[in-house]
């Protein structure tokens, strides 16, 4: 069994600051990590993800992760909002040909 | 990565009137997933269809409200039968990368409303 657990529906930062969107996850697997963003009435697009190697993945648009085994988390940062960030965001854990997704962050950038 | 293309993008329908949402992908591709996203909600899966087999419905979903077909490699088909309101969601459908991780590409969706 997976799920995963994201804390904040909706998460507000100020341009330029530190964005950090909390992602936990339960596999009974080693778990494959996603991240996905969602922008206004759009499909959903691949941020990054975490197979195996490297704990820390980085992504498109400035976006990091760092998948922490002990803690089961899978953290979703970037250094420097940007107004084109504000997106709904979407942590998801995949093992046999299954993905389940968390239930969203709605990300708010204000000027 | 696939690109994947899906018809309508939007639709407004009477209730008890079908539906049926297209999805074609520029690749072949083993496993299609089609998803139901309903207003400030997450993804849920609907089903999974592999050309040549009965698609596999996750609890909850029933062939006869939401019959699939998957004639070829490239392209799926989902039907909304019998609408209700209830049924006003974005459909997405998704499929499977290659390689290590099992990373979906999706669709941009297929936004319905039901009156």
């Known amino acids: 069994a997976q799920s995963v657990t994201q804390l904040g529906s909706h998460v507000s930062v100020s341009e330029g600051a530190l964005v950090l969107l909390r992602c936990n996850y339960s596999?009974?697997?080693?778990?494959?990590l996603f991240w996905y963003v969602q922008y206004p009435n759009q499909g959903l697009q691949l941020l990054l993800k975490?197979?195996?190697?490297?704990?820390l993945v980085k992504g498109i648009n400035g976006f990091e992760a760092e998948f922490k085994k002990s803690e089961t988390s899978f953290h979703l940062t970037k250094p420097s909002a940007h107004m084109s960030d504000a997106a709904e965001y979407f942590c998801?854990?995949?093992?046999?040909?299954?993905?389940?997704f968390g239930t969203g962050t709605k990300l708010q950038v204000i000027p | 990565s696939a690109v994947i293309s899906q018809k309508p993008s939007r639709d407004i329908c009477q209730r008890g009137t079908s539906l049926t949402i297209q999805c074609q992908v520029d690749?072949?591709?083993?496993?299609m997933f089609w998803y139901r996203q309903q207003p400030g909600q997450s993804l849920t899966l609907i089903a999974t269809?592999?050309?040549?087999?009965?698609?596999?419905?996750e609890s909850g979903f029933v062939i006869d409200k939401f019959p699939i077909s998957r004639p070829n490699l490239t392209f799926s088909t989902l039907t909304v039968s019998n609408m209700s309101p209830e049924d006003s969601s974005i459909y997405l459908c998704?499929?499977?990368?290659?390689?290590?991780?099992?990373?979906?590409?999706f669709g941009p969706g297929t936004r319905l409303l039901v009156l």
């Open positions: 975490y197979t195996t190697g490297a704990t």
């Open positions: 998704s499929v499977e990368g290659q390689g290590v991780g099992e990373t979906q590409y």
């Open positions: 269809a592999n050309q040549g087999s009965e698609a596999t419905y």
């Open positions: 998801a854990v995949g093992g046999y040909q299954k993905v389940t």
């Open positions: 690749s072949q591709v083993t496993m």
């Open positions: 596999s009974s697997v080693p778990p494959y």
